[in-house]
């Protein structure tokens, strides 16, 4: 058998240690670097709330049964109904959401106290990996007198919005 070295120019080199650097920067950078803001639009006019100014307002914790992690979770948050008065002025009659994932929906009747913009979960902020780095989920949702959902039924959890990246005024 015969043997051949290889021998590369430094340029070859050096691409391969640049794009190995790059391999392992790509990988120890956490998802949240991309999701520093939570962007609220209303009509022509976009603006962004900082994913730290979001924690700071966040004057909630509730405990609640999550019917995704089948289990307790400590939530941290905002009354959605407060923010979206801090931020629009009223609440208006139907917000568009977009997601980190391009999922999109538009949904009405957000004058509800019960529902709560979180940011933390067991003490930690969310990040996308954890279905975050902003949720929208229903503090009481076993007391809204259409009798009690099935938590194991996840389809009665389908109006739960994860991986919240904008949310835009409907009018």
């Not at 709330?49 to 307790?72: C, K, W």
């Not at 994932?101 to 019960?114: I, M, R």
């Not at 940011?119 to 780095?133: A, F, H, K, V, W």
């Not at 009665?156 to 009018?171: L, P, V």
Request: charged share 25%; hydrophobic share 40%.
């Amino acid at each position: 058998m015969n043997a051949v070295a290889l021998h590369r120019s430094p340029w070859a080199r050096a691409r391969g240690r640049f794009a190995c650097a790059l391999i392992v920067v790509g990988l120890t950078f956490p998802t949240t670097v991309f999701a520093q803001a939570l962007s609220i639009i209303n009509g022509d006019v976009t603006q962004k709330v900082a994913l730290s100014d979001l924690r700071a307002m966040s004057d909630t914790t509730f405990t609640l049964y999550d019917p995704f992690q089948g289990r307790d979770v400590e939530m941290r948050g905002v009354a959605f109904q407060t923010f979206l008065i801090e931020q629009f002025g009223e609440v208006p009659p139907a917000l568009h959401f977009t997601a980190w994932d391009d999922y999109e929906v538009t949904l009405e009747g957000w004058d509800d106290p019960s529902w709560h913009l979180i940011s933390s979960e067991d003490g930690d902020p969310l990040t996308i990996r954890s279905r975050g780095p902003v949720r929208l989920v229903e503090r009481d949702y076993n007391n809204q007198g259409n009798g009690d959902r099935d938590v194991e039924n996840l389809r009665e959890f389908n109006d739960w919005i994860w991986m919240i990246r904008s949310i835009e005024a409907k009018w």
